[in-house]
């Protein structure tokens, strides 16, 4: 299985991708006809409930604390294995 990610410069350019993205697909969902959009909804709605409920449940699993990195590269890489590990839990749930 290869994990492929888009790296961005700045957390503003992420953000602006994002934004693009999501407004690209409410356009998209906006067009559609009433039945489209039904079997759109259909075919999305369990994904999108089973990310807030998997995304909910790992949040209350966790517990606040603060972490401290004698270097950049060191958070970099904490956060990096932590988005791998979460990306890996996500495909591995909808594998079942």
Same mark, same amino acid.
């Given at each position: 299985? =290869?994990?492929?990610?888009k790296?961005?410069?700045?957390?503003?350019?992420?953000? $602006?991708?994002?934004?693009?993205?999501? !407004? +690209?697909?409410? !356009?998209?969902?906006?067009?559609?006809?009433?039945? #489209?959009?039904? =079997?759109?909804l +259909?075919?999305?709605?369990?994904?999108?409930? &089973?990310?807030?409920?998997?995304?909910?449940? &790992?949040?209350?699993?966790?517990? #606040?604390?603060?972490?401290?990195?004698?270097?950049? $590269?060191?958070?970099?890489?904490?956060? &990096?294995?932590?988005e791998?590990r979460? #990306? !890996?839990?996500?495909?591995?749930?909808?594998?079942?």
């Amino acid at each position: 299985m =290869t994990v492929t990610a888009k790296c961005f410069e700045t957390a503003q350019g992420m953000s $602006d991708y994002q934004a693009e993205r999501e !407004l +690209q697909e409410a !356009l998209r969902v906006y067009q559609m006809t009433p039945a #489209a959009r039904f =079997t759109w909804l +259909q075919e999305t709605w369990g994904r999108l409930q &089973d990310s807030a409920a998997f995304f909910n449940a &790992d949040a209350r699993r966790a517990s #606040a604390a603060a972490r401290c990195y004698a270097t950049m $590269d060191e958070k970099n890489r904490f956060e &990096d294995e932590r988005e791998l590990r979460q #990306a !890996l839990q996500i495909r591995l749930a909808y594998q079942k």
